[in-house]
Every structure is written in C-alpha cells, then in structure tokens.
C-alpha cells in the first residue's frame, strides 16, 4: 500500500471553501501550477513565504509516494504596473530606469530569484516555463478566443468579453465577486477606455512606440496579457484540465478568476481541480510589499542589516518560522516571533544531530513507551495529510525531539529495534525531506553532543563525591553559554540549547 493510500490527503479547495480528499486525476500523479515571481526586482521575503508553502505541498505529496509534476513559471513580459491593463510593463519600466536591455532585467532577477530558492531549500519546480518563450501559444489560444465570440479586437488590442461569458458561465466563481458589481463600480472612471466594459481584461496589447518587448501578430506589433500567460504555460504542460493551481492570496482576483474563465472558455472545461491559496507575511498587520516599504531582502534578514531587525537569522530558523503557522493563515513578522523560532529550530536540529549518531545500550523494552513513539511517527502523517498542518507536525517532532534527549542523557534504548529504526526514520524524513528543514551544524553539533556528555558526567562524579562547588559550576557556566542542564529521572541528565 502506498503511503499517499495509507495517509489520503486533505486540502482546502478555495473554489468550494472546503477541506477535500484529494482525488488526482491519474491515481499516483499531480500536475500542479504555481503562479511564478514577476522578475523585476529583488525578492523579497514575503514572496518567499509563498514559494516556500508550495515546496511544502509539492515535497509533501513526492514523500507520500505521488509523482509530482510541479510547474512554477517566470513571468517576463506583461505584467503591467498596478497589476492593471493600461500603463507600463513592470520590467520594462525598470529597464528603462536602469537603462538596460528587459532581458538584462530578467536575467539578474531570475538568478536572485533562484539563489534566494536555493537558500531557503526550497526545491526547483520540475518545469520553469517563461512567458517570453510561449508567445505562440498565446496567440493562438487568443484568436481561438476570438472565433469562439468571447474575445474582441480594438484598435491592436485584444480583450476577453467577461459579459458575454457570464451568460453561459460563471465569472466570480472563485473570488466570489459579483460581476453587477463590478460593472457598476467602474463604469465612470476612464472613459477614454478602448474595453467594451471596465470589467473586460487583456488578453494582448497593441505595443506602444516606445515599448521595447513585442512580437509580430495578426493584431500588430504587441505581447501578451498576464492571465493569458499563466493560462497557457499550465495546460501546455499539464493538460487542459490538472490537479493543483496555487498562488498567494492576492492572486485570487483578477489573476486567478481570469484564469478560469479563459482557460473554460477556451477549452470548454474548467483547468483546475483544487485551487489552494497561501496567505501572506504582515509586518504590524500590513501585508509586506515593496510598495509599502516594509519588506525586507532575505540577505538582510541574514545578516541583520536592516532598521526593522534586532540582528540576523539563519535561512532555516526563518524557514521554521514560517512553518509554525499553517499556509492559510496570515503570519506576522517581529523580532520576537523570530527570537522564539530560533530557540525551536535549534532544539529540532540539535535532536536531528544527536539521533543521527545515537549509540545506545538496549535495555528491557518498555511497551508503553513503544505505544506512544508508534503514534507520535503516525500523527505526523496525520497531521501533515490534514491540509498540510506544519503547525501541528512541529508540535509533535518537539514530543519527539524531548525523547531522544532523554536517550541521548541515558545512553539506552528502552524499545525494540523496529520501534526505534520506524521513530528515527520519521523524525529524519519528517525534518529534512517534508519541512525542508535541513540540518545546520553551526560548528560541530556532534562534536558539542559529546563535550557535554563528557561535562555531565564529570558533574555526576563530583555530586557522587560532594564536591557540590563544582558540580554547580559546571551547571552554571553551561548556562552561561546558553546550554540547560536538565536532571530527569533515576539521576539522569539531559541538556537542552537554549
Ligand atoms: P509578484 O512577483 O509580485 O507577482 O509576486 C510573486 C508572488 O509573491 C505572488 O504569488 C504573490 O502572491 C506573492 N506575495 C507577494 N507579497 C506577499 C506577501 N507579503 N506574503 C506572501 N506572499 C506574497
Ligand atoms: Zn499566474
């Protein structure tokens, strides 16, 4: 039995706004499309956040023993500024600030993109699509949209007829909008707009003299719209109709409603199963954007060169930060929060040290001990098979994490050999293949593991003589350096990182 059977997943579909068994359309594969970054600038650590809660989905399912087919794209050409349908293209802009060729542009920001992936351990999608290299595609599937009736040509542009859409189908099906609505509210603002109604979106734009990025089609010289491109790089790589679409909140609308509708009018069927949206990284409440200027650079975040931090944090203390909250919450940034994380992740990597290297005596095996172990191995199945419930799965490697201390401290296995191999494997594959957390060894962790089992047990000999003086000063210049002595049971001592 294969453990995506044994443990079948839940997931929060944003279309229905319910928790469902994932049914995938071929038993044992996932097709699964993430909106990719907007390269014209430097990522930033609220984009990360996102990235970051879909290597944990498509991690999770390729453990369970899914193939996953993960697509991420880049988008290169026509993302326009104020994610709108009039102005600049947010790469050409820059270029034009930086005086630069736009493919200058996307090259510099793509490699930080993928150096920042990289240092977060966030594994590449199997297939990265661009936009500029499927203009084809593009075009195509905007005159089918054209012959079809649901598309309509002005002046070298093209824009996709929402209203004619909604007769037959249902436009606002994901973001809840009403389409009334929405009609009403931008009918008087631009009145020079070419669109039949404000509510209509790009599908191509005539290029502008000055636009550097543009392509021959039987509209003119233009490119592409943004929803268009998503559209078309996720059916051209997993069929008309995948698994998993997801993308951060703030995507939902217009992005990912005018997916939809393209994409259903297009091929007569809606792409997507399961729609699944992560939340966003808040500083004070507020969602972090360059717009904004509360974000921040992960390579600030590193080092702590920056007026909003205390000092820096290592890439996976933040990746655990992150981790502590479930993908659909929103999470807020603070020094403190950060502070906590790094005192967490240090005891879970200090247990991932110590259960590598465990050399243990066997004694008599204690079967209610077993019980529990059994059942910490399967919660974190459990949990993680729950929506993707990191925040619960922490929660059990720290019960797991306490217990190899205590073994470490006892230098004996108190359960039988399977029990301890199915445990050990868990707690390993749970931390460095599913969460992604890798181990950081900051100096020698197994060399420290040893120094202080030798300190502990000098401790003991100079208890066992009543030199109580020294005993207590090893006690407390260990605590000095940030390393807590513990005394368990039957004199036995285990010592926690601080
Ligand atoms: P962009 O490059 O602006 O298209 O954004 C890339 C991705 O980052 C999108 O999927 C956004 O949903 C996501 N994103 C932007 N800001 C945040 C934030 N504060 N928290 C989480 N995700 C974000
Ligand atoms: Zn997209």
């Avoid at 009334?180 to 009918?187: I, Y």
């Avoid at 943004?226 to 703030?250: A, N, P, Q």
């Avoid at 921040?296 to 590193?302: A, C, K, R, T």
Wanted: proline share 3%; charged share 25%; glycine share 8%.
């Amino acid at each position: 039995m294969k453990l995506y059977e044994q443990y079948p997943v839940f997931l929060t579909n944003s279309l229905t706004g319910k928790k469902e068994k994932l049914e995938t359309q071929i038993p044992g594969f996932v097709g699964m499309y993430v909106c990719g970054p907007t390269v014209y600038n430097y990522v930033h650590l609220g984009n990360t956040r996102t990235f970051l809660s879909f290597d944990l989905i498509a991690r999770y399912l390729r453990f369970l023993g899914y193939h996953v087919r993960y697509v991420r794209n880049i988008t290169d050409v026509g993302h326009l500024v104020g994610d709108v349908d009039e102005g600049e293209d947010k790469i050409g802009k820059k270029a034009r600030l930086e005086q630069l060729e736009p493919m200058e542009i996307v090259k510099r920001y793509t490699e930080d993109f993928h150096t920042v992936m990289r240092q977060f351990n966030i594994l590449p999608p199997n297939i990265e699509p661009t936009a500029t290299a499927h203009i084809i595609e593009q075009i195509n599937i905007v005159k089918k949209l054209i012959d079809l009736g649901l598309a309509y040509e002005v002046n070298g542009s093209v824009y996709f007829d929402v209203k004619k859409y909604n007769q037959s189908h249902h436009y606002g099906i994901l973001s809840g909008r009403n389409i009334e609505e929405l009609m009403e509210s931008g009918r008087d603002l631009d009145s020079q707009d070419e669109k039949r109604e404000k509510i209509d979106f790009a599908l191509w734009k005539k290029a502008s003299p000055e636009h550097i990025m543009r392509w021959p089609s039987p509209w003119g010289e233009g490119f592409p719209g943004w929803h268009i491109e998503c559209t078309v790089m996720s059916t051209k790589y997993l069929g008309e109709t995948f698994d998993i679409h997801g993308g951060g909140m703030d995507l939902k609308f217009p992005h990912h409603e005018c997916e939809i509708a393209q994409a259903t009018a297009a091929n007569g069927k809606p792409p997507v199963r399961y729609w699944v949206h992560s939340n966003m990284l808040t500083v004070n409440g507020q969602k972090m954007s360059k717009s904004l200027g509360n974000s921040f650079l992960p390579s600030e975040l590193f080092s702590g060169n920056h007026k909003l931090l205390e000092k820096g944090y290592s890439p996976m203390t933040v990746r655990f930060f992150m981790l502590q909250s479930h993908y659909s919450s929103t999470l807020d940034f603070s020094n403190e929060a950060l502070n906590a994380a790094e005192k967490g992740f240090k005891k879970l990597n200090n247990a991932l040290t110590l259960i590598k290297s465990l050399h243990l005596q066997k004694t008599a095996v204690n079967t209610e001990t077993e019980k529990v172990l059994l059942q910490q191995a399967d919660n974190c199945f459990q949990n993680m098979s729950d929506d993707f419930n990191t925040a619960k799965t922490l929660a059990v490697l720290f019960e797991m994490a306490s217990q190899i201390n205590s073994w470490a401290a006892a230098k004996q296995l108190n359960v039988s050999e399977p029990v301890f191999e199915k445990f050990k494997f868990t707690y390993v594959a749970m931390m460095e293949e599913v969460l992604g957390l890798k181990e950081e060894t900051g100096g020698n962790n197994e060399l420290l593991a040893g120094t202080v089992n030798v300190l502990i047990n000098l401790r003991k000999k100079a208890r066992t003589d009543k030199n109580f003086a020294l005993s207590d000063k090893i006690r407390d210049d260990l605590k000095a350096i940030g390393i807590q002595l513990k005394d368990g049971k039957d004199g036995e001592m285990s010592y926690e990182i601080e």
